[in-house]
DNA sequence: CTTGTGGTGCAACTCGATTGCAAAGATTAT
DNA sequence: ATAATCTTTGCAATCGAGTTGCACCACAAG
């Protein structure tokens, strides 16, 4: 795992009191977080500055969004080298109990065949159900 | 293609006059349409009443909701025979340019293997990039 | 006719997201 | 080192989609 250090250095982003802690933050939390979970966490820190943070790291490729259909944009931290390219997209998979959204890396990624003249860019590709803890 | 009266007979929704200008409105378009959309397109309707019949609409799955990461709902009208269940799943397709969605009810879905224990109950899976209009 | 149920329109409110502005901090030129 | 410039930050205000409360109306049941 790299560290918030390197993670600013390699997307030449600079490293100040803000980002740092927002991105140790994001690091530090299995779920993809939103503006106001990072918010609450980080009660010293006011809100707008968070929310321009998130600006600047997603602009820079250091966090990606997810729209999980909560509401709330949610945010995770991208890959090691991930590039935000259709070939980086992965699933997301969203708890409709403990209202968790997870980067689901590991579930292999269909290529999907558009009708003709429709390029892919990007994606958002949000399962919805039961996590491994609330599905008992 | 089934009529408004058809449609809401075979869901057990009662015909008033809101919801026959909204579902005819959902109908007529080949994109799916957010409030505001129908709200602009439906002059004389309160938005609280298309809003209220959407949700009733959605209940009662005659149109299922799209979260394409505009930062509006979208709404269309549901494939015929439809439970919107995860076999009925589809893809969406947001255009980046032109700001439409569209349901790709022809590209087929792949079935995802979740992890240990996850449980799929719904799923919401936006492709975004250029339409074929816009592609060019 | 009276009562009840559901639908509609209006206005107000909620809440996450976003912006304007000024102060503080960092960077560059002089 | 100092001044000028650009960036980041915090605060307060605003925006806007979504949502709710309430009164009124239409239609149905008793």
Do not use: W
């Given at each position: 795992?790299?560290?918030?250090?390197?993670i600013?250095?390699?997307?030449?982003?600079?490293?100040?009191?803000?980002?740092?802690?927002?991105?140790?933050?994001?690091?530090?939390?299995?779920?993809?977080?939103?503006?106001?979970?990072?918010?609450?966490?980080?009660?010293?820190?006011?809100?707008?500055?968070?929310?321009r943070?998130?600006?600047?790291?997603?602009?820079?490729?250091?966090?990606?969004?997810?729209?999980?259909?909560?509401?709330?944009?949610?945010?995770?931290v991208?890959?090691?080298?991930?590039?935000?390219?259709?070939?980086?997209?992965?699933?997301?998979?969203?708890?409709?109990?403990?209202?968790?959204?997870?980067?689901?890396f590991?579930?292999?990624?269909?290529?999907?065949?558009?009708p003709?003249?429709?390029?892919?860019?990007?994606?958002?590709?949000?399962?919805?159900?039961?996590?491994?803890?609330?599905?008992?």
């Amino acid at each position: 795992m790299q560290t918030v250090d390197e993670i600013l250095k390699i997307k030449n982003v600079k490293n100040t009191a803000v980002r740092t802690v927002v991105l140790r933050h994001l690091l530090s939390q299995e779920k993809a977080q939103s503006l106001k979970d990072i918010e609450n966490a980080l009660i010293y820190t006011d809100r707008s500055s968070i929310f321009r943070t998130l600006k600047t790291f997603e602009e820079n490729k250091i966090i990606h969004s997810i729209e999980d259909g909560s509401g709330m944009i949610k945010y995770a931290v991208c890959a090691e080298g991930c590039n935000c390219d259709p070939k980086d997209l992965h699933y997301h998979f969203y708890c409709n109990n403990c209202n968790k959204t997870f980067c689901l890396f590991d579930v292999p990624f269909q290529n999907i065949e558009l009708p003709e003249n429709f390029k892919i860019q990007q994606a958002n590709m949000v399962v919805k159900g039961l996590c491994n803890n609330c599905n008992k």
